[in-house]
């Protein structure tokens, strides 16, 4: 992929903050963490939309709110259909005189609820009619906001409220969807690569049309990891290969470092072990006497995966 | 100014397009297709001053349109029916973020089980979601209400609904009258909303409220709606002025002075009904048409003044109010005069479900019956 934006380092990142003092998140929350990255590369010309989820339970209650940069709160299946509604009427407006000046970046930032589940219809048909905004799901794997219940991007034999037995069947997959529907940009992103996320929103800024990214969002809560973790469960979760990093324009498939290297077998893969036995909801599983099974199961899966996106990579 | 033949959906589009409208999204269902149709139409053709989103539900429809709405846009779209049911949920959201969206409603039967046809149940359905409700009787009121809806609308800032019978008046053919863009500008001018979502402007929209903060907001959006009737009878009037047309205010009564029996009824069957009020007046029953042109606010305060002492108010639904005797009409009425004079008598019929035909013969019929129970 021949990229215009790279590079770039902690020190080039601009000190704005999108997220002011005083969010109502959990310690260790990864919202408001890659909403602070998400502000850094978008400034704060930017509409933000934002569907039931822990980003709007920790807003701060009217009137004041954690974020600088304008927020409609919507409902939960609308993050599609009112963004696109937004950065049309901009466009009307700065066509006939009613607003002047540059046009602000619309940007969702909607749970994997908002975005796998409840919400599916409205992105999918955004990214075919190619709106003009970019979506983010901060994806933490479950429906955390309502107290952690399964979802579908919930994780194969993860605990949740609503899978006390562990979750069996595997999650969805809606960034590869999105790749699948050739939208203009999208992406997966991890809280530990934070140069490379912001990059890849920099990067969704310069692009007209729509583009979906991918956070990955470790939640201590739902998860059952201490809220300092958070960071380290995003590098583990790369790491041994059970979040990979890639990105897509127009259906062409380009793998990110470190995955590329994990996949083509030129870097050894972190021990999923490693990244599972910090997590409460997978502790099931490690005490069990089919402990080993699964985890060769889960690895399968993942090798499965990674074999599958080197293939796409190539078309 | 010109007179054309032409179908009730035509004079919506027709008129939604003379209102500059900004934004339009849009999705189609039976009968309110061709609206959306022509609008689009409209927009491939470079006619419209504002852009045109096709989307792919009623709940996006209704999504799309608050939020461009929020952000400073004059907004419509169109439904029926189950589409109407579908954007429930935005419909609250639209009145308590207090959105002037301006959408038409084409009347049609709710299922199960699937029904084509005209009723209103599904615009009574949506009653307290907080939309004002305008109802039109003939393709000259959909083409003026339009322009009346977003006068009132914008400054109230409370979303308005306008219904009409699905096919009856939809897609029937009927004359009526344009208006020349010169007079249209002058009893709408542009939207400039004194807020938008904005950097430039700030501020979160639809953010969580205490229940003190919240309270506020709904209590005011629920007296805000009462204080619109006032808003819809004097720019009515501002209309009549400029425009010579009326079509009532909050209701219209137009029959003899002396009249002591009304029938009361809203939407095409008030149409028919004048012929009903004829032919009870040549039985020499002192019979008035009472028209009720907007349904939300409930027009309490004009039934009130329209009523003399000892009056027969007969009350004609076209909708189902399951678990009363009758329809939502004869509920409303019944508690806007309960107390205020208890010589006026009250019944009422629930009829035409699923559109089928009212011909005045059979009103006459039903009006005679009613009547007949009254004694």
């Not at chain 1, 970046?105 to 909607?110: E, I, K, S």
């Not at chain 2, 096709?54 to 169109?78: D, K, L, N, Q």
Request: hydrophobic share 40%; with cysteine.
């Amino acid at each position: 992929m021949s990229d215009t934006i790279k590079n770039v380092k902690l020190a080039d990142m601009p000190a704005y903050e999108l997220v002011k003092a005083g969010t109502g998140g959990c310690a260790g929350c990864p919202s408001p963490m890659g909403l602070r990255i998400v502000g850094k590369a978008l400034g704060p010309n930017s509409i933000m939309v934002m569907t039931p989820s822990c980003a709007v339970a920790s807003i701060g209650v009217m009137p004041k709110s954690c974020y600088d940069v304008p927020v409609l709160n919507v409902c939960f299946a609308s993050a599609g259909a009112s963004a696109a509604g937004i950065s049309m009427s901009l466009d009307a407006q700065l066509k006939n005189g009613a607003l002047s000046g540059e046009k602000p970046t619309v940007f969702t930032w909607v749970g994997d609820g908002g975005t796998y589940d409840i919400g599916f219809q409205g992105i999918s048909a955004a990214a075919e009619r190619n709106d003009d905004f970019i979506h983010f799901c901060y994806n933490n794997e479950a429906y955390s906001n309502t107290g952690v219940q399964r979802s579908g991007a919930t994780p194969k034999y993860a605990v949740t409220t609503t899978t006390p037995a562990g979750k069996e069947s595997q999650k969805k997959n809606v960034p590869l969807l999105m790749l699948e529907q050739r939208i203009a940009y999208v992406a997966t992103a991890s809280l530990a690569y934070p140069l490379d996320f912001y990059r890849k929103v920099q990067k969704a800024k310069s692009i007209q049309g729509f583009k979906y990214i991918e956070l990955h969002a470790p939640c201590g809560p739902g998860w059952k990891f201490a809220s300092s973790d958070t960071v380290e469960l995003a590098r583990l979760a790369v790491k041994s290969g059970a979040w990979l990093l890639w990105e897509g324009e127009h259906g062409k498939l380009t793998l990110n470092a470190p995955t590329k290297q994990l996949a083509e077998g030129k870097m050894p893969c972190a021990e999923l072990e490693e990244y599972l036995k910090l997590q409460g909801r997978f502790a099931h599983i490690m005490k069990s006497t089919e402990k080993a099974a699964a985890i060769e199961a889960m690895k399968s899966e993942i090798r499965r995966e990674m074999d599958f996106m080197l293939g796409r990579e190539k078309l | 100014m010109s007179k054309r033949m032409d179908t009730g959906n035509s004079a919506c589009a027709l008129a939604v397009k003379a209102a500059k409208v900004d934004f339009i999204a849009a999705y189609p269902i039976t009968p309110q297709t061709s609206i959306s149709e022509k609008l689009a139409d409209y927009a491939a053709a470079g006619e419209l001053s504002g852009v045109y989103l096709p989307v792919e539900s009623e709940h996006s429809v209704m999504s799309a349109v608050a939020a461009a709405s929020a952000a400073g846009s004059r907004t419509f779209t169109a439904t029926s029916s189950q589409g109407l049911l579908y954007m429930h949920e935005i419909l609250h959201y639209a009145s308590g973020g207090r959105l002037p969206i301006v959408m038409a409603n084409v009347n049609r039967a709710v299922c199960a089980p699937w029904c084509l046809y005209a009723d209103h149940q599904d615009s009574v359905s949506q009653r307290d979601t907080g939309w004002l409700q305008f109802h039109c009787a003939s393709h000259q009121e959909i083409y003026d209400t339009i322009f009346l809806a977003y006068k009132v609308a914008e400054k109230v800032k409370i979303p308005a609904m306008i219904n009409y019978d699905g096919f009856l008046l939809s897609h029937s053919m009927l004359s009526f009258e344009t208006l020349e863009q010169d007079l249209v500008d002058q009893f709408l001018t542009p939207y400039r909303p004194d807020w938008k979502l904005h950097p430039q402007w700030g501020g979160t929209f639809g953010n969580v409220a205490a229940a003190a903060e919240y309270s506020a907001y709904r209590n005011t959006l629920a007296e805000d709606t009462l204080k619109a009737a006032a808003v819809i009878e004097e720019e009515a009037r501002n209309y009549q002025k400029l425009t010579g047309r009326w079509h009532g205010g909050m209701i219209d009564v137009q029959g003899p002075e002396d009249a002591d029996v009304f029938l009361m009824s809203m939407g095409s069957m008030a149409a028919e009904m004048e012929l009903a009020a004829e032919a009870l007046q040549a039985m020499g029953i002192k019979a008035d048409n009472l028209k009720v042109r907007v349904y939300r606010p409930f027009p309490a305060e004009a039934l009130r003044q329209a009523l003399p002492a000892h009056a027969k108010l007969l009350v004609f639904d076209r909708n189902l109010a399951y678990g009363h005797e009758g329809g939502a009409l004869l509920m409303e009425a019944r508690s806007a005069l309960y107390n205020r004079d208890e010589t006026v008598k009250i019944a009422g019929i629930s009829l035409g479900i699923g559109g089928i035909d009212l011909p005045a013969s059979l009103l006459t019929e039903k009006a005679l019956a009613l009547l007949e129970g009254l004694k």
